[in-house]
């Protein structure tokens, strides 16, 4: 099994909103700091927003204001509500364990 499993990644068009869930396998893998990352082709893997233990957030420029990051740990899994998506959105967006865990990476594409 996997230790991090996103989901809610598909096909949305330009102003629309997906949810994108991570669940852990192990409850120590969502116990401490957990973010979102995004990535496309020949670019840099880029931080996109991250969450304390205790529900502080921080979110890149680029996404401040339209993201919002929440987690449950209860149920083991972090959050990333999308909205105002735009076709430079699209990625492939990793949960990342601050622990050193990453997930494999559910695909977000924004197109008409």
């Known amino acids: 099994q996997e230790p991090l499993v996103e989901s809610g990644g598909g096909l949305v068009q330009p102003g629309g909103s997906l949810r994108l869930s991570c669940t852990a396998s192990?409850?120590?893998?969502?116990?401490?700091?957990m973010g979102w990352y995004r990535q496309v082709p020949e670019k840099e893997r880029e931080f996109v927003a991250a969450?304390?233990?205790?529900?502080?957030?921080n979110y890149a420029n680029s996404v401040k204001g339209r993201f919002t990051i929440s987690r449950d740990n209860g149920k083991k899994s972090v959050y990333l509500e999308m909205n105002s998506l735009t076709p430079e959105d699209t990625a492939v967006y990793y949960c990342?364990?601050?622990?050193?865990?990453w997930g494999q990476g559910t695909l977000v594409t924004v197109s008409s």
């Open positions: 192990r409850s120590v893998l969502s116990s401490n700091r």
């Open positions: 969450i304390t233990s205790g529900g502080l957030t």
């Open positions: 990342h364990s601050y622990l050193g865990v």
